[in-house]
């Protein structure tokens, strides 16, 4: 039997409607995102809610990496550019196993390619994309939207030694742009695009109306009408 489609999953689940679904669905053609990234960016479903209805649905154990400290010898087995193409990162390397956090556990593909490179067998977990690209960018280096954050860094003096990223701001430096960077600002613009696509649709159908009630009302003709909109 063929695996359920993510939408179907969450509508089954109660955390998404048929019509967010549809909405997200039209998004994700115009822009080629994921579509789970795509309801995410649309605010239609929480980031938890998302994880957590895949890591029941497809029986793969969910992890918290804002909870973890990964140790740079695990992160050294999975090179940055497919971190950061694939959206995953390995977290733990537990004897001849490697577990790794990843938006699309089922993509067999990039299992197959992380067993053979690091020679070790792959354990995909699921985490959710923001997380995973919060992790990303500790771990690797780069950028991530400050609004992508679960909780806020700790501040100087607190006992624990602030995150290379976080350094960068205490002393007013701006990180390097970087290809995820641009990718954040062009997510952005994509969502401001979106959302002004959808009032000048709304504002076509308000006119159609108005123009249907001219003509049922006798008030002109079909035809007096387009002849003015020439």
């Given at each position: 039997?063929?695996?359920?489609?993510?939408?179907?999953?969450?509508?089954?689940?109660?955390?998404?409607?048929?019509?967010?679904?549809?909405?997200?669905?039209?998004?994700?053609?115009?822009?080629?995102?994921?579509?789970g990234r795509t309801l995410i960016e649309m605010k239609?479903?929480?980031?938890?809610?998302?994880?957590?209805?895949?890591?029941?649905?497809?029986?793969?154990?969910?992890?918290?990496?804002?909870?973890?400290?990964?140790?740079?010898?695990?992160?050294?087995?999975?090179?940055?550019?497919?971190?950061?193409?694939?959206?995953?990162?390995?977290?733990?390397?537990?004897?001849?196993?490697?577990?790794?956090?990843?938006?699309?556990?089922?993509?067999?593909?990039?299992?197959?390619?992380?067993?053979?490179?690091?020679?070790?067998?792959?354990?995909?977990?699921?985490?959710?994309?923001?997380?995973?690209?919060?992790?990303?960018?500790?771990?690797?280096?780069?950028?991530?939207?400050?609004?992508?954050?679960?909780?806020?860094?700790?501040?100087?003096?607190?006992?624990?030694?602030?995150?290379?990223?976080?350094?960068?701001?205490?002393?007013?430096?701006?990180?390097?742009?970087?290809?995820?960077?641009?990718?954040?600002?062009?997510?952005?613009?994509?969502?401001?695009?979106?959302?002004?696509?959808?009032?000048?649709?709304?504002?076509?159908?308000?006119?159609?109306?108005?123009?249907?009630?001219?003509?049922?009302?006798?008030?002109?003709?079909?035809?007096?009408?387009?002849?003015?909109?020439?």
């Open positions: 039997m063929a695996r359920k489609k993510l939408g179907e999953m969450l509508i089954e689940a109660g955390v998404l409607h048929p019509d967010s679904l549809r909405a997200a669905l039209s998004d994700q053609r115009r822009w080629g995102r994921p579509l239609v479903i929480d980031e938890a809610a998302l994880v957590s209805v895949l890591s029941s649905q497809l029986s793969v154990t969910a992890v918290d990496l804002d909870q973890l400290k990964i140790e740079q010898a695990v992160i050294d087995l999975v090179p940055s550019e497919l971190a950061h193409q694939h959206n995953l990162i390995p977290f733990a390397q537990p004897m001849k196993f490697l577990d790794v956090a990843m938006a699309d556990p089922t993509n067999d593909g990039i299992v197959d390619e992380l067993r053979i490179r690091t020679q070790l067998n792959i354990r995909p977990h699921i985490a959710g994309p923001r997380m995973i690209e919060r992790a990303i960018a500790t771990y690797y280096g780069g950028s991530v939207p400050m609004d992508s954050y679960a909780t806020p860094p700790p501040g100087p003096g607190v006992g624990a030694q602030m995150p290379a990223r976080f350094e960068r701001v205490a002393r007013h430096v701006p990180p390097t742009p970087t290809a995820h960077t641009r990718d954040a600002e062009i997510d952005a613009l994509q969502d401001r695009l979106s959302k002004l696509e959808a009032m000048i649709e709304r504002d076509q159908q308000v006119l159609r109306m108005l123009l249907a009630l001219l003509v049922d009302k006798q008030v002109a003709t079909r035809d007096e009408i387009v002849a003015r909109l020439k």
